[in-house]
């Protein structure tokens, strides 16, 4: 969906402030109850950090050893 690819779009670099997700959603007619949706579709996290909250794309751990 179009939040979804926003989401992704968006945290594709590394986390960005929830305050900057939710005015780019908004410039793309995108209500916050469909990007906090997408957010727990994505499995998208929430830190807090300098009192402000970032969200961020799951880390992937693409250095671990296969098991076999």
Known sequence: DRAS????????HGPLPANDVYAE??????????LKRAKKKLGIVALRQD????WSLPATDESAPYST
């Open 5 to 12: 690819d926003l989401l992704s779009s968006l945290l594709a």
């Open 25 to 34: 959603g908004e410039g793309a007619a995108i209500s916050k109850v469909s």
């Open 51 to 54: 009192n402000r909250w970032l």
